[in-house]
C-alpha cells in the first residue's frame, strides 16, 4: 500500500480546487443580517436579497442537482443584549416551494414569540449534490 503526503493541490489552471466530496457542504453564507447585510464570507453564493425582517432569498452560484437538497440554518442575535434562541425554516406553508435548484428562501426568528427578525450573527450551509 503506497501513501501519498501533499501540501497543496491545485487545478490544472493552477488555481484552488474545488471541493465536490459527496458529503461536503456545497454552499455556506455569514452574514450580517442585522445592519448592513454585509457578506463575512461565503462558498458557491452569489447574492442574497433581503425580502422583510428576517427573511432572505439566497441564490447560489453552482446550483445543485434539485430541490432536495439538506440546510441548516444557525442564527443569534447579540445587539443590545438580545440574546435569544432563533429558529430558521423555509416559510410557514410553502416551505417545499421556496428551496429551488438555484435558490432558496428562510426566515428566522425568536421561537419564543414566533415573529421574524433580523439577527447579527447568521449562517447558512446546504449540503447536496452538484448539478
Not at 503526503?5 to 487545478?11: E, F, L, P, R, W
Not at 428562510?106 to 439577527?119: F, L
Request: hydrophobic letters at 30%; charged letters at 15%; a negative charge.
Amino acid at each position: 500500500m503506497s501513501t501519498i503526503k501533499v501540501d497543496t493541490v491545485q487545478s490544472t489552471g493552477g488555481g484552488a480546487v474545488t471541493l465536490t466530496n459527496q458529503h461536503a457542504a456545497k454552499a455556506w453564507l455569514s452574514f450580517d443580517a442585522d445592519t448592513s447585510n454585509a457578506v463575512d464570507d461565503s462558498f458557491n453564493h452569489s447574492s442574497t436579497v433581503d425580502n422583510n425582517a428576517g427573511d432572505y432569498t439566497h441564490s447560489w452560484t453552482n446550483a445543485c442537482e434539485g430541490a432536495t437538497y439538506s440546510f441548516h440554518v444557525t442564527c443569534t442575535n447579540d445587539a443590545g443584549g438580545a440574546v435569544g434562541y432563533v429558529y430558521g425554516y423555509t416559510g410557514a406553508t410553502a416551505c417545499r416551494t421556496n428551496r429551488t435548484a438555484s435558490a432558496h428562501r428562510v426566515t428566522v426568528g425568536y421561537a419564543a414569540d414566533g415573529n421574524n427578525s433580523d439577527m447579527k450573527m447568521y449562517c447558512y450551509t446546504w449540503h447536496g449534490d452538484l448539478a
